[in-house]
């Protein structure tokens, strides 16, 4: 069962929603963590015990940190200023202690699920090539979905009570609640206890607005992820699985038609996520905004999967910037080479394991680990030149004002995008590379507009109605972008054409959706990272 089935939208979410409804105020955080539970052991089965043992963890580490917390509170009173300094030494080396437990117990879960058979494989091939009779055995591990998403969110749990950021939760059905509230479990985002906690579990009554709010946005995120996203499934794939018979401008066409077809999926369904979450009262974190209006890489992962990009920098870049060697690093470049030069140290040192967990989080790959390198690359480089930049807006501050410049700079953006976006997908680091040497060495632009796209699985239609959408999207985009609430416009205007409007976007999901004779069921493509 995912968001975009049939067995969810017309039997499961309305049932919650009645059960949620009917119950009392007491009642519904516990319908909600119900539904939660049924939603995670509908597609993994037994395996959502991995997520009840987090949630324990969670629970009792949480509780011994905030014991300590409230111990130093208690004891420092009557304290000079020395005894109090090495009280607090002493309780935070506990609370570390604590800490570095939990974390443990929840990040090598996922570490061993996840990783431990391709680090394995590459340990017996390392052994092999330097003729050693060594190596490590394959498992048969099984990984539950959603495991990348919730760790994170756990062990970002751990560490906001270890730095005192939030109170250790005592209620176990709400920490629960937190980790288990359904919209979210498969594909994030990743919230902050603060962020939703108190939200869920507040057990507000299901408004007409929230319902037709959240209803709106839930066919807006079906729109993208049926209409086109599966739709484009077809094509990619051809194009991605038979690279060697396709000129260079076709596999380009066809990394660019995998950069919409993941946009539209994973925007789409957190549309739909989102939108679930609306029906109930409760705001989940925007994990897009408009990032193909960037005008560097930079920029594109502050609006691309923000949540997970500020778990990485709250939780690693911050903490490893701030390390005693890293300072010491930056500040022996500083007194060498100035204020940038201690800015790219620190940089260099801080973005090389936000990159490389970005990347291994993705999957256990070689082409995920250069997928995060790739972006690594081009985000120092950007601070390395950063002065130059500078002085070159200072020298024409007209030029990089105007409308063509900036175009200039979204187009190139989005070039480096779809490049990186090649490695992502192709089926191994070697095809990869494979893929973009024939596309550099065998570009025929014509070999585009000569009919080489209608032997993809798609004809002529299909292609008309995914630019038709794409249009749409790209539309609301825009308006996002000026500041103008699209959805609020369309709330507030005359029934009649509101519900136009709405049975318009219902009409198109249910008669342009690639679903049923000829096209094949297309799972999430995040749900697997």
Excluded at 305 to 313: E, F, M
Aim: glycine letters at 10%.
């Amino acid at each position: 069962m995912a968001y975009h089935t049939l067995l969810f939208l017309i039997v499961f979410l309305p049932a919650v929603v009645i059960l949620y409804q009917l119950a009392g105020k007491k009642f519904r955080p516990m319908v909600l963590l119900a539904a939660g539970y049924v939603f995670f052991f509908s597609f993994s089965r037994w395996l959502f015990v991995y997520l009840i043992g987090a949630t324990v963890v969670m629970y009792f580490a949480g509780i011994g940190m905030e014991k300590y917390r409230l111990m130093f509170k208690e004891q420092k009173k009557g304290l000079d200023r020395t005894a109090a300094k090495e009280l607090k030494k002493a309780i935070t080396a506990k609370k570390r202690r604590i800490l570095f437990v939990g974390i443990l117990f929840l990040a090598g879960t996922l570490l061993t699920v996840k990783y431990y058979n391709f680090f394995a494989e590459n340990v017996t091939k390392i052994a092999a090539a330097l003729s050693v009779s060594a190596g490590l055995p394959q498992l048969d591990i099984l990984q539950p979905i959603g495991i990348s998403f919730y760790t994170l969110q756990g062990i970002g749990y751990l560490v906001d009570v270890y730095e005192g950021k939030i109170k250790a939760e005592r209620n176990f059905g709400k920490l629960a609640l937190f980790m288990a509230f359904f919209p979210q479990i498969m594909e994030g985002p990743i919230s902050r206890y603060d962020q939703t906690a108190d939200q869920l579990y507040a057990g507000r009554r299901i408004s007409v607005q929230n319902l037709t709010m959240g209803g709106q946005r839930i066919f807006w995120g079906l729109l993208k992820k049926i209409v086109v996203a599966d739709r484009l499934n077809t094509m990619v794939g051809n194009i991605f699985s038979g690279y060697q018979y396709c000129d260079g401008a076709v596999i380009f066409v066809g990394a660019a038609a995998y950069t919409l077809q993941l946009y539209m999926e994973f925007s789409g369904c957190m549309d739909m996520v989102i939108g679930t979450a609306e029906i109930f009262g409760v705001t989940l974190p925007e994990n897009f905004r408009q990032p193909f209006f960037s005008r560097n890489v930079s920029e594109f992962w502050r609006r691309w999967h923000i949540t997970l990009g500020a778990w990485l920098k709250d939780y690693i870049f911050y903490p490893m910037s701030l390390t005693e060697g890293v300072k010491k690093a930056g500040s022996h470049a500083k007194s060498r080479f100035g204020k940038h030069g201690a800015k790219v140290v620190v940089s260099l040192a801080a973005l090389f394991p936000v990159w490389l967990c970005n990347g291994i989080w993705h999957g256990a790959r070689w082409s995920y680990i250069f997928f995060g390198m790739y972006y690594f690359v081009l985000i120092l480089a950007g601070v390395i030149f950063e002065p130059l930049f500078l002085k070159f807006s200072e020298r024409f501050p007209k030029l990089v004002k105007h409308p063509l410049y900036i175009a200039f700079q979204i187009g190139r953006t989005g070039v480096l995008v779809v490049i990186g976006e090649l490695f992502f997908r192709a089926e191994g680091l070697k095809h990869g590379l494979l893929m973009f040497s024939h596309m550099i060495k065998n570009f025929h632009p014509s070999a585009v507009v000569t009919g080489n796209l209608l032997g993809l699985g798609l004809d002529v239609k299909d292609y008309l109605i995914i630019l038709l959408v794409a249009a749409a999207v790209f539309v609301v985009d825009c308006l996002h972008e000026r500041g103008v609430g699209v959805r609020e416009k369309l709330a507030g205007m005359p029934a009649p054409a509101r519900w136009c409007a709405y049975y318009v976007l219902m009409l198109s999901v249910i008669i342009f959706g690639a679903y049923g004779d000829g096209y094949l069921a297309v799972e999430l493509i995040y749900a697997e990272f």
